[in-house]
């Protein structure tokens, strides 16, 4: 006999977790979320926020150091790595009690502890110490997330980190490595650089960030080297030795040469892994892909129609806000209203030094499909505001419908892009054509006037650039 029941049982309390008790909550379920660490999950605690808190600080020494060309003098910026870290859990500290304040005031009970399912209605959760009870519930959520994916011949230990552990990191590496040029590695990575390290990053495919378009890359691949980062594309990282006291990564490139590349840390950054595979899923009934995840319906139904899954372990994009969306899809859904995943916009952000944001079609996705699109740019140099931050990197690319105007997807490289792709998914997600853009009043001086220019430039109309 269980010795609890809930309505609905949330495993979980991450970003898609947590929003979902709450909403739940809201509707009248009584819930319970459980958790086996800490409320807030990867995203709150060693993810999203404190990895922003570092790129944020690392952003502002760079700015200092490069004060010059501004005429401002200004000696060399000393960082206080064990002060950042304090600076930066307390950032996390304060999110991740909020998190807890709304969860109880809105009248979601939190249950700790690691929890695996031992039927269709029933979950045994087992805490820190050992102990252990039964849960029922008459639904439940899966949202458990994803963990770091990691290489046997680098194991994680010491100086060799995944991002949970290089988040921590309290002092500057005089060396630092990256293992993957994808997006936590890039983010990471250019923290580092930007705080003093010297960068080298390996990456197996023939591009960074793979799956962006190449033309925002190439901004961000150009920054990099301009901070005198080393890139080895199409190489692959093979161990790890040691030579007089020092750390060196040894790696093979596509002609089979053999590198080894000096590392004080070595970021591990290679993937994620959705934990799916640690609930019990077949004791549930539940079904669970090739690639690990539980395929859900427009409802976020599993297999089973009583239990639902959101987030990492729901299917790609593996991103914050889609799992908050989609726990709030599941929410209403398990309190009896009639809500569906219709997302038409998922923006993408990435917070690399400059930054990357996305959403829709990208050019080079729709080459791939052989569809024809009208393309428009407009770049930071022609911008009055970037010129008055000194951050004139990037552009903004709008791509539509050659027939229709619509706006299919809009990408962005440079400062602030990840803010400036929310009018882009928003006039997407309303089928919003360039021209409603380009008529639309935009406040000077200000990013969003790339948006527009952009707009403009689809229809070879834009101001402040030579049109081709």
């Keep these: 006999m269980a ?27 009584n819930t319970a979320v459980i958790e086996e660490d800490k409320i807030g999950g990867v995203c709150l605690n060693c993810g999203c926020i404190p990895s922003k808190s570092l790129i944020y600080a690392s952003g502002l020494v ?21 002060k950042l870290q304090e600076w930066k859990s307390g950032i996390v500290n304060r999110l991740t009690t909020g998190v807890g304040f709304l969860l109880s005031k809105n009248g979601a009970t939190t249950i700790h ?105 190439k901004v961000v691949e150009r920054t990099m080297k301009k901070g005198k980062a080393k890139i080895h594309k199409e190489t692959g990282a093979s161990g790890i030795i040691e030579k007089d006291g020092k750390q060196y990564v040894t790696a093979k490139d596509k002609k089979g040469k053999e590198l080894e590349i000096e590392s004080e840390v ?14 019990g899923a077949e004791k549930a009934g539940l079904e669970i892909d090739d690639s690990g995840h539980f395929p859900v319906n427009e409802h976020r139904q599993t297999n089973v129609p009583h239990i639902y899954a959101i987030g990492d372990v729901a299917g ?7 799992a908050s969306k989609e726990g709030i899809v ?49 770049p930071f140099t022609a911008l009055g505001r970037a010129l008055s931050v000194n951050a004139t990197d990037g552009m ?24 400036l792709i929310a009018e882009a998914a928003l006039a997407i997600e309303m089928g919003a054509t360039a021209e409603d853009i380009a008529l639309t ?23 402040h650039i030579l049109n081709p």
């Design 266 to 279: 070595v970021l591990v950054a290679i993937g994620f892994k959705p934990n799916s595979d640690k609930v």
């Design 396 to 419: 903004v690319k709008m791509i539509t419908d050659p027939e229709t105007d619509e706006v299919l997807g809009v990408g962005a490289v440079g400062y602030q892009a990840s803010d």
């Design 316 to 322: 790609l994009p593996w991103l914050a806000h889609k």
């Design 62 to 82: 760079d700015k200092i150091r490069h004060a010059d060309q501004m005429g401002l003098s200004i000696s060399d910026v000393n960082v206080d790595g064990k």
């Design 113 to 217: 502890g690691h929890a695996e399912f031992t039927g269709p209605n029933e979950v045994l959760v087992t805490d820190s110490e050992g102990g252990t009870k039964t849960i029922g519930f008459g639904k439940a959520i899966v949202a458990t997330g994803a963990r770091a994916a990691t290489l046997p011949f680098l194991p994680i230990g010491g100086n060799v980190m995944t991002y949970k552990e290089a988040l921590d990191i309290d002092w500057v590496p005089e060396t630092f490595t990256v293992i993957g040029g994808g997006v936590i590695g890039l983010e990471l990575g250019t923290v580092m650089q930007r705080f003093g390290s010297k960068l080298t990053v390996i990456e197996l495919t023939d591009s960074l960030l793979p799956g962006n378009d190449p033309e925002l890359v």
């Design 330 to 378: 599941a929410a209403e859904h398990a309190a009896g209203q009639e809500s569906t995943w219709d997302v038409r916009a998922m923006p993408a952000a990435i917070f690399t030094y400059p930054e990357v944001a996305t959403v829709g079609l990208q050019e080079h996705e729709a080459k791939a499909e052989g569809r024809e699109v009208k393309v428009g740019k407009f």
């Design 3 to 29: 010795s609890e029941k809930y309505d609905l049982v949330v495993i979980g309390s991450g970003p898609g977790g947590y929003v979902a008790a709450i909403r739940a909550a809201q509707l009248g379920l």
């Design 441 to 463: 009043v935009h406040a000077h001086p200000t990013w969003p006037e790339s948006m527009m220019e952009a707009a403009e430039a689809v229809h070879k109309k834009a101001i």
